[in-house]
């Protein structure tokens, strides 16, 4: 069965649509938040954001191991089959998630700056509620559920920098971590009314084992892509000062919301491509449809760049002249 390009364009609209209006809003927040931080305290933030960054990068990619597993078992139709190893990955993934919670509290008894000790904390919560939101958010995603979590990235877009800038004044650079903190706690609550994906704890050693084994490849190549991304950030919080991460972190944090806009093609096509190469007789059958997809979005990316580039040209040129 031939992929439909429309209809993977159609869900990529969904989500696109939702990452203009979280652009918009993050997007006003960081310019708001810019103008009533110091530009030290915003270095502060630079600094907190990259641990809450490498937290979630880092893990045993069991998530992504049975991203490809399950879309596969749903398209032989082995329901039954996807569940339980659903099960036993979100487990394996609360477990870890736990661990590196509290390895990054301890992390912040090497801080003396009590801004540092207290963000450090808010750091824990944040990485332990967002990845609670995540597999809920992508064991619906691996379902081709794409409304719901169409819905659910809503919640968070819309959420998210209204109780930042609400909170701005009061909580100061905290607002930055707490704002979309209580956005994931919201959409998670919304997952667990809309999205129920009948998750009960299922504790399976060597089955967490094999996926280790899997996921961790993929891990790799995932942690390798976002080095070469975060390289330059890394080095400016290691060497420079706070005031020159802030300059920064507030440059590339505009930049990222448009670069990331047509990211969601590939997501949306993944579980898809997956499904349907679990129903085909071989390999080859099962992934004729890459080459064709392949060109369409190469053609459509090359149409974008120069557009995204006059774009971020003319923010800056017109909302942040300093």
């Not at 379902?143 to 877009?157: D, T, Y």
Request: proline content about 2%; overall charge positive.
């Amino acid at each position: 069965m031939t992929i439909s390009v429309i209809n993977i364009g159609k869900n990529t609209l969904k989500f696109s649509f939702v990452k203009v209006i979280d652009g918009v809003g993050n997007g006003l927040a960081t310019i708001y938040a810019a103008k009533v931080l110091s530009i030290d305290e915003y270095g502060v933030y630079g600094l907190l954001s990259l641990w809450l960054m490498y937290a979630t990068l880092i893990g045993p990619g069991i998530l992504s191991a049975v991203s490809r597993e399950i879309p596969v078992l749903l398209g032989q139709d082995k329901e039954r089959d996807a569940l339980t190893i659903q099960n036993i990955a979100v487990t394996g993934e609360i477990f870890y998630t736990v661990i590196l919670t509290a390895f990054i509290l301890g992390a912040l008894l090497f801080y003396s700056d009590p801004v540092l000790k207290v963000g450090m904390a808010l750091v824990a919560g944040s990485y332990l509620i967002i990845r609670l939101a995540t597999f809920w958010s992508q064991m619906n995603f691996i379902r081709e559920r794409f409304n719901i979590v169409a819905k659910g990235s809503l919640i968070a877009a819309v959420t998210s920098p209204a109780i930042t800038l609400l909170s701005l004044h009061w909580l100061n650079i905290y607002a930055l971590l707490v704002g979309p903190s209580v956005a994931q706690i919201i959409t998670w609550i919304y997952y667990l009314i809309k999205g129920h994906i009948d998750f009960h704890f299922k504790f399976n050693r060597y089955e967490i084992i094999r996926l280790v084994k899997v996921g961790i490849i993929l891990q790799a190549l995932g942690i390798a892509f976002w080095a070469f991304r975060l390289a330059d950030r890394t080095i400016i919080a290691s060497t420079l000062s706070l005031e020159q991460l802030g300059l920064y972190t507030f440059a590339i944090s505009i930049l990222m919301y448009v670069v990331n806009f047509t990211s969601d093609f590939g997501r949306v096509l993944q579980p898809v491509l997956w499904r349907s190469a679990g129903k085909a007789d071989n390999i080859l059958e099962g992934f004729r449809d890459i080459k064709r997809i392949t060109v369409y979005f190469a053609l459509g990316t090359a149409i974008i760049i120069p557009i995204v580039q006059l774009v971020f040209y003319s923010m800056v040129r017109v909302l942040t002249p300093k």
